[in-house]
């Protein structure tokens, strides 16, 4: 296991570790946690955020949103918002459901406002319940999804462990380090967006949050752009903040995970809700039985 003392040099870095067993993962994270509550309580501290987690089912995979996977370069934010804007008619006719949205002028004066801010993307990020929606649903997105539970993250991890046979991997990340954020020029910039909004039912089921990395070009265009430069650009400040930590885990762990994810009532059906996650829960509680 990796010492604390090792840990705590290292705090300002995209931090990877590699573990052997579901336990140590389980203790590097009640340590990190107690770490960024002893940082709060300093006497200088503003702001620690609470951490978020990710689970991704091959450790060898970025930290990308499917957007970049989908497009593999940087996209604007006014082409984006074309782009879901042409599809909102057909989504609303097969299902019913209505969203409010800005036209691209007024898109493209929220830009401009905000860009005065420093800190384009917040909390009111124009038809953010529209895009949530769309990325639970499969469209590409810029939001990366995380959770507020590293269990629920643990299962997106682990969900496909037997067929994979590879290294699962487990991120957590602090976007707020107790001194604030700091952001400058035009080096990318990563946002935790709220999590109060009217979206797919999933997004509550999974307690989703999403972060978005933006970065404006000398033109003053802006860009969604690659978390994995937000998160540098965001360590070069030396402040705790943006922080990543990375733990590598066997797949073969995830007979631990299960009774775990069992005992806290996560499964794919608490998590989809479908009939599809419903037999897939069965399926898991039933052959478990045989193993």
Same mark, same amino acid.
Request: charged share 25%.
């Given at each position: 296991?990796?010492?604390?003392?090792?840990?705590?040099?290292?705090?300002?870095?995209?931090?990877?570790?590699?573990?052997?067993?579901?336990?140590?993962?389980?203790?590097?994270?009640?340590?990190?946690?107690?770490?960024?509550?002893?940082?709060?309580?300093?006497?200088?501290?503003?702001?620690?955020?609470?951490?978020?987690?990710?689970?991704?089912?091959?450790?060898?995979?970025?930290?990308?949103?499917?957007?970049?996977?989908?497009?593999?370069?940087?996209?604007?934010?006014?082409?984006?918002?074309?782009?879901?804007?042409?599809?909102?008619?057909?989504?609303?006719?097969?299902?019913?459901?209505?969203?409010?949205?800005?036209?691209?002028?007024?898109?493209?004066?929220?830009?401009?406002?905000?860009?005065?801010?420093?800190?384009?993307?917040?909390?009111?990020?124009?038809?953010? #319940? !529209?895009? &949530?929606?769309?990325?639970?649903?499969?469209?590409? *997105? +810029? %939001?990366?999804?995380?959770?507020?539970? /590293?269990?629920?993250?643990?299962?997106?991890?682990?969900?496909?462990?037997?067929?994979?046979?590879?290294?699962?991997?487990?991120?957590?990340?602090? #976007? !707020?380090? &107790?001194?604030?954020?700091?952001?400058?020029?035009? *080096? +990318? %910039?990563?946002?935790?967006?709220?999590? /109060?909004?009217?979206?797919?039912?999933?997004?509550?089921?999974?307690?989703?949050?999403?972060?978005?990395?933006?970065?404006?070009?000398?033109?003053?265009? !802006?860009?969604?752009?690659?978390?994995?430069?937000?998160?540098?650009?965001?360590?070069?400040?030396?402040?705790?903040?943006?922080?990543?930590?990375?733990?590598?885990?066997?797949?073969?762990?995830?007979?631990?995970?299960?009774?775990?994810?069992?005992?806290?009532?996560?499964?794919?059906?608490?998590?989809?809700?479908?009939?599809?996650?419903?037999?897939?829960?069965?399926?898991?509680?039933?052959?478990?039985?045989?193993?």
């Amino acid at each position: 296991m990796v010492s604390p003392l090792k840990r705590r040099e290292q705090v300002v870095n995209v931090n990877e570790f590699v573990l052997e067993s579901w336990e140590e993962l389980k203790e590097e994270l009640r340590m990190i946690k107690k770490e960024r509550e002893e940082l709060a309580r300093q006497p200088e501290s503003t702001h620690v955020s609470e951490l978020l987690y990710r689970g991704q089912s091959d450790a060898t995979w970025p930290l990308s949103t499917t957007l970049e996977r989908e497009s593999g370069e940087e996209t604007e934010l006014l082409d984006y918002h074309g782009i879901i804007s042409r599809i909102k008619p057909r989504i609303e006719s097969a299902t019913g459901k209505e969203w409010a949205i800005p036209s691209r002028s007024e898109f493209s004066s929220w830009i401009k406002e905000m860009s005065r801010t420093g800190f384009l993307l917040k909390d009111n990020l124009p038809a953010y #319940e !529209y895009m &949530a929606y769309l990325r639970h649903n499969g469209f590409p *997105s +810029p %939001l990366l999804d995380w959770t507020e539970s /590293y269990l629920i993250a643990s299962f997106f991890a682990f969900r496909r462990a037997k067929q994979n046979e590879n290294k699962v991997a487990i991120f957590a990340y602090g #976007e !707020y380090g &107790a001194r604030g954020k700091m952001h400058s020029g035009n *080096s +990318p %910039l990563i946002s935790t967006l709220h999590p /109060y909004i009217r979206t797919h039912n999933r997004h509550y089921l999974q307690q989703s949050r999403y972060t978005i990395c933006t970065r404006e070009n000398d033109d003053g265009q !802006y860009f969604f752009t690659k978390h994995e430069e937000g998160i540098s650009a965001g360590n070069s400040y030396g402040q705790n903040q943006d922080v990543i930590w990375k733990f590598v885990i066997p797949s073969n762990e995830w007979k631990k995970v299960n009774d775990d994810l069992k005992s806290s009532n996560i499964n794919p059906y608490s998590l989809f809700a479908s009939e599809e996650s419903l037999m897939e829960t069965l399926a898991i509680q039933e052959f478990s039985r045989c193993m």
